[in-house]
């Protein structure tokens, strides 16, 4: 059953389309599904398109495509580290390796405590900063350094 | 194209004025390799062992278009194989190229998204949502719309190639549409069924129903010897042995109990020819007792119609209309392409009103619905009507005013009302279950009014293959001078002798229970019968007549179109054509006129030597008027509807058509304020009575019921103990 609050948010998405587009609405509704529990069930996918009225398959396409939907757990906080081109020429794979050895996890693994899980992202767009990293799809960090890198997750580790 | 600077997609490039294009230019030959490289890259080289292989439009282009070797020497991508039901296998999913038409099949005709792409790029893959089943009663075209070996037929696996096959054409016994069948055939037996395209009737498709019933042709419970019972054992005996005990048999009670004591049932799948002669046989005899019409209950309308029941349009036509009003019809499943071309219609902003006692899931959108017991459908219908005749400001045929007078319309009657009058095209149609309604004549003689008062076309979707075909045949009771009894009083009042064609009584007919009764009761029961069925308990004689793949004859489609078919293959064992079987009998029983060469001497004497019908056909009722509520039901009341594989002898015999979640075995269903009332739980054992005999099923809450009913489906053996598909059910925990 989707929560009041994310049928409420789903509501005010809906009035941007028209009534019988309904189904525009749907990577909204899954991306309030996941802010509010971090992740994407099938449950949810089967709630998301009775309440659309589009059909289960569709939604499950949509989410399946993009991928920063999680269709798994990955923690209380996602990291989402870039390794498009430019991140990678200034040193991606290195800072990706750092973050795997930190927390003791691989590429889409959580930590034993649930905290953190770690995510391959594509290109957000400001290449200038690389290499960064990306919290929970909504914060990005750049100009990344191991000291920098150790400073945000003892600081996510407080929260 | 000339002047364009890059090679155009065909199949996305819209024609102009004055374009220039070279399909075998330098340029577009290139183009066409590089697409077949790409199209290759992933896919297995597998062909010697792909079902699909000499009928894959991949090959096909491979062959045509593609390089003769590949320089891709990585590795091919892997795609795991899905468990999506008994009727499709998708078994290969590494061969899928991704063209979605299996997707686009769904939304767009099945009307439920039920196979999707998911994932993307590199890991982009057609499945179910969470492997789940594809349930659609349509789902056998996506095997026809899949260009490669992704999904093939589950049933044909395996079975046979492609260019083995001898492709006769045939036309479906089932549902009333007359889809045109390819059926396909090996060693002289049936392997495979295909559409053949007719754009008046199936278009391109076929339902699952009439792709995947060939099966039960092959069935181990297929009769192939002539059969008679002495001492309470079977024997199989010769052809000349059983017709001579048949024709003694009936001379002897024709003689001495009189003629009237002989009745004969056919189901409406029979052909044309075989209910001509079947009634001819029995009129020959002296009785008027023969029906085909073995679900009906009201037979008030019986020689009060100015012809044929029939669908009143032209089946084509049902995409161009635009206000629908449909009563008493499990749509879906009685009419799988007949509902899709409604769908199709509300697709252009058709919209369609339902007058009905469930609520099953149409897939497609329903602008009114009033969803009532059996008992209240003519109140509704009335309030219809009431509403109609204010907007139109029409008076009131006398024949309906009655009913009309005192009901009050509801408030969506008046918007069924409102949207029938706001229709340009519109189509008033009665299904199966108004048509086997105990009030069926006063549901007609409504629906006529009300598309009287809206200009629109009125008709039946009639219930099988030959509904029309048996009027036509003279296969009712009241088609002589004299009239003999219909299918239900043949039962009341017991006859001595009975001839069933094609009928499984406890199946076929309105009420079981009778019917059974009535066989226990008879002296004599001739069963002619494709199969050894539960006419073995009661039946004297049982003689082996041939299904539609093994005779000629003519179905008469509802929408009155007579298509003749030819055998496909030769009869099983000593089966034989049924219209063959009775002009013998015809012959030994010294009834004049039974000396026809072959089923188009008899058709031609049937439709007066043409094909067309239509002057035969006629859904106008007179002389009948409406009565205010003359039926009553105490306590829970039953609707039954047949469920879409369990309709004739052929289908139930279908192996894979009975694995599918359509044909798992029936619950009781009922409103959860009802089961609160029983002091049951939703998923009990109950014990369902009607009349003398009762049955367990676990019942299960369904809200989407009315109050006052338990639906209990009939044609299934489950519940051939119960009696009448309406009328009083009593519930109690078993």
Redesign the interface.
């Known amino acids: 059953m989707l929560s009041e609050q994310v049928r409420a948010k789903i509501d005010r998405e809906l009035k941007k389309y028209p009534p019988d587009r309904k189904q525009s609405a749907v990577m909204a509704a899954l991306r309030f599904v996941q802010d509010e529990k971090g992740w994407i069930d099938?449950g949810d996918?089967v709630d998301v398109a009775a309440y659309l009225g589009m059909?289960?398959?569709?939604v499950?396409?949509v989410a399946?495509?993009y991928n920063m939907y999680n269709l798994k757990p990955m923690g209380r906080h996602t990291l989402t580290v870039c390794t498009n081109l430019s991140c990678q020429l200034v040193g991606a794979m290195e800072t990706l390796d750092y973050i795997k050895n930190k927390l003791g996890i691989g590429v889409g693994e959580v930590t034993a405590d649930g905290k953190f899980g770690l995510r391959e992202g594509e290109c957000q767009n400001v290449c200038d900063e690389a290499p960064l990293l990306m919290i929970n799809n909504k914060k990005t960090c750049g100009h990344l350094t191991k000291e920098k890198i150790d400073q945000i997750l003892a600081e996510l580790d407080k929260e | 194209m000339k002047k364009a600077p890059k090679p155009l997609p065909a199949c996305a490039t819209p024609v102009a004025e004055g374009m220039k294009i070279f399909t075998a230019s330098e340029q577009a030959v290139k183009a066409q390799k590089g697409v077949m490289e790409f199209l290759l890259i992933n896919h297995p080289l597998d062909c010697p062992i792909c079902d699909q292989g000499g009928e894959c439009e991949l090959q096909d282009l491979a062959v045509g278009y593609g390089g003769s070797a590949s320089r891709y020497h990585e590795e091919k991508r892997v795609v795991l194989h899905k468990d999506i039901g008994p009727l499709v296998a998708a078994e290969e999913m590494s061969r899928c190229i991704n063209c979605t038409r299996c997707v686009r099949f769904g939304?767009e005709i099945g009307g439920?998204?039920?196979?999707?792409?998911?994932?993307?790029g590199e890991h982009a893959e057609i499945m179910?949502?969470?492997s789940d089943t594809v349930d659609s009663e349509l789902s056998g075209n996506m095997i026809d719309l899949c260009p490669v070996g992704a999904l093939t037929s589950k049933p044909f696996r395996y079975s046979a190639r492609t260019w083995e096959l001898s492709r006769r054409k045939s036309i479906s016994p089932h549902d009333s549409l007359g889809s045109n069948l390819a059926v396909q055939v090996k060693n002289n037996r049936v392997m495979r069924v295909l559409p053949i395209e007719n754009e008046d009737v199936n278009e391109c498709w076929l339902s699952d129903k009439d792709r995947f019933s060939y099966e039960g042709l092959n069935s181990a419970e297929r009769l192939t010897k002539p059969m008679i019972k002495q001492g309470g054992k079977w024997l199989e005996v010769e052809w000349q042995v059983a017709l001579e005990y048949v024709s003694n048999g009936l001379r002897q009670i024709a003689h001495e109990a009189g003629a009237e004591y002989i009745g004969a049932l056919a189901t409406p799948h029979s052909t044309l020819e075989e209910l001509y002669l079947l009634q001819k046989l029995v009129r020959g005899l002296g009785s008027h007792n023969v029906d085909f019409r073995l679900r009906q209950s009201d037979f008030s309308a019986d020689s009060k119609q100015t012809g044929a029941p029939w669908l009143g349009m032209a089946v084509a036509d049902v995409n161009l209309v635009d206000r629908f009003l449909l009563v008493g019809s499990f749509l879906r499943k009685d009419h799988p392409l007949l509902a899709s071309r409604v769908r199709q219609a509300t697709k252009k902003g058709a919209q369609v009103n339902l007058i009905h006692a469930t609520d099953d899931d149409l897939l497609m959108p329903i602008a009114n619905k009033e969803i009532v017991p059996p008992t209240e459908m003519a109140t509704v219908l009335a309030q219809v009507l009431k509403a109609l005749s204010t907007i139109k400001q029409a008076t009131l045929d006398t024949s309906v005013q009655q009913i009309v007078q005192p009901v009050t319309p509801t408030a969506s009657a008046q918007a069924m009302a409102d949207s029938l009058a706001s229709g340009e095209r519109v189509a008033v149609l009665l299904g199966n279950f108004a048509q086997q309604h105990p009030q069926a004549s006063q549901l007609q003689l409504l629906a006529q009014h009300i598309a009287t008062l809206c200009g629109a076309k009125f008709g039946f979707f009639g219930e099988a293959a030959n509904s029309v075909g048996g009027y036509l045949a003279q296969a009712v009771p009241f088609a002589g001078a004299e009239h003999g009894m219909n299918a239900s009083a043949m039962l009341a009042a017991q006859r001595k002798a009975y001839i069933l064609l094609n009928t499984e009584v406890e199946l076929d007919m309105q009420n079981p229970q009778q019917a059974l009764a009535a066989m226990g009761a008879a002296d004599m029961v001739v069963a002619l019968s494709a199969y050894k069925h539960h006419a073995m308990e009661y039946a004297d004689v049982l003689l082996p007549i041939a299904p539609f793949t093994e005779t000629s004859g003519t179905f008469v489609s509802s929408e009155g179109r007579a298509q003749s078919f030819k055998g496909t293959v030769q009869p099983l064992g000593d089966a034989r054509p049924a219209w063959k079987v009775l002009r013998v009998l015809g012959n030994m029983l010294n009834i004049p006129g039974f000396d026809y060469n072959n089923s188009e001497a008899v058709r031609d004497e049937v439709l007066g030597g043409g094909t067309d019908v239509s002057a035969k056909l006629g859904n106008v009722l007179h002389s009948v008027s409406a009565q205010t509520a003359t039926w009553n039901v105490t306590g829970l009341q039953r609707v039954s509807d047949v469920p879409i594989y369990a309709t004739d002898a052929i289908v139930r015999r279908a192996a894979s058509l009975q694995k599918t979640r359509d044909a798992t075995t029936p619950c009781a269903l009922i409103h959860s304020i009802e089961l609160e009332k029983l002091n049951l739980q939703s998923g009990e054992m109950v014990k369902l009575t009607q009349g003398q005999g009762s049955v367990r099923l676990s019942i299960i809450a369904d809200d989407s019921l009315p109050r006052g009913v338990v639906r209990v489906a009939a044609g299934h053996t489950i519940t051939a103990e119960l009696g009448a598909m309406f009328g009083t059910i009593r519930v109690e925990r078993a």
Request: aromatic share 18%.
């Open positions: 099938t996918m059909s289960q398959m569709g499950y396409e399946t495509f | 939304i439920a998204m039920e196979l999707g792409q998911a994932f993307r179910a949502f969470v």
